[in-house]
């Protein structure tokens, strides 16, 4: 990713990689807006759609947002998130929850010496700022980095 891309540049090239679709027809407006902040922390943590970068990606949530544990259950629970489980065979389960459990206490590690926590709702006023410069003013360091 350029050093000069924006969030919303970003964040629109994320869904347009990303293989998860939301349906518009299916999906609650509550639950598009979960989906929204959750992929904008993709995106600012630099998490990909593996199992093990919605694992990571759950972590930084959890520990580096405004959002937390018992409302990030609560939210994701309520979205119905837990069936994109479904998508992954055994095979990338298998592969996969090994470098979760190695990588963990390294997300956690650096979502607790970020900055500030980033704010799970309120994005909308960083998204034509360079990601570079956001991740400098929140202290995060992604983790393949």
Do not use: Q
């Amino acid at each position: 990713m350029g050093s000069d891309v924006t969030l919303r540049e970003a964040f629109g090239n994320f869904h347009r990689e990303s293989s998860r679709i939301v349906s518009d027809t299916k999906t609650s407006n509550d639950s598009k807006i979960f989906f929204n902040s959750h992929d904008i922390a993709h995106v600012i943590f630099e998490c990909d759609t593996s199992l093990r970068g919605e694992a990571i990606v759950k972590l930084w949530t959890i520990f580096g947002t405004t959002l937390g544990f018992a409302n990030h259950v609560k939210e994701y629970a309520d979205a119905n998130a837990f069936e994109l489980f479904g998508n992954y065979n055994l095979k990338h389960i298998l592969t996969n929850v090994p470098k979760i459990i190695v990588v963990a206490p390294t997300v956690i590690s650096r979502a607790r010496k970020m900055k500030k926590k980033w704010s799970w709702e309120s994005y909308d006023e960083y998204l034509d700022i360079p990601i570079h410069e956001i991740r400098k003013e929140f202290g995060i360091v992604p983790i393949d980095r």
